[in-house]
């Protein structure tokens, strides 16, 4: 087997995984859009309710920084308009005054639960299919 051979699928596949990537954002889009979400907004409350016990309530903003697949920037505007329609809420970390720590408020706590199914549902029919 040749190296063009072996480097043509992986481009291959590679073209599968980003189709499928791609294919997936829209759907949870469509499926969040009635909800003013979209699935970068929803990625992020999810990993606010999901935070592990150690991490609290909050969570801070530089520790979701590797986990979501926006710039920083791109990250502080999503948080900024999240807090703004009252779903997280920020506050400074006193050990450390350049920390900024991330939370989810009731009405994100509410709104997460009404939509994670149809987030689960939308990866169930494009990851399993």
């Known amino acids: 087997m040749g190296a063009k051979t072996g480097g043509a699928r992986l481009e291959e596949r590679w073209r599968e995984i980003l189709a499928v990537h791609a294919r997936t954002l829209g759907e949870i889009d469509r499926a969040l859009h009635p909800y003013g979400l979209v699935a970068s907004d929803f990625e992020v409350l999810d990993l606010l309710a999901t935070a592990t016990p150690r991490d609290g309530e909050q969570c801070?903003?530089?520790?979701?920084?590797g986990r979501v697949h926006l710039s920083q920037s791109a990250l502080s505007r999503l948080i900024a308009r999240l807090e703004k329609d009252g779903l997280?809420?920020?506050?400074?970390?006193?050990?450390?005054?350049?920390?900024?720590?991330?939370?989810?408020?009731?009405?994100?706590?509410?709104?997460?639960?009404?939509?994670?199914?149809?987030?689960?549902?939308?990866?169930?029919?494009?990851?399993d299919a």
């Open 60 to 65: 801070r903003v530089q520790n979701l920084v």
């Open 88 to 127: 997280v809420e920020r506050s400074m970390c006193l050990e450390d005054r350049r920390g900024v720590y991330v939370g989810l408020t009731r009405k994100g706590r509410e709104l997460h639960s009404e939509v994670l199914p149809l987030q689960r549902a939308v990866l169930a029919r494009t990851l």
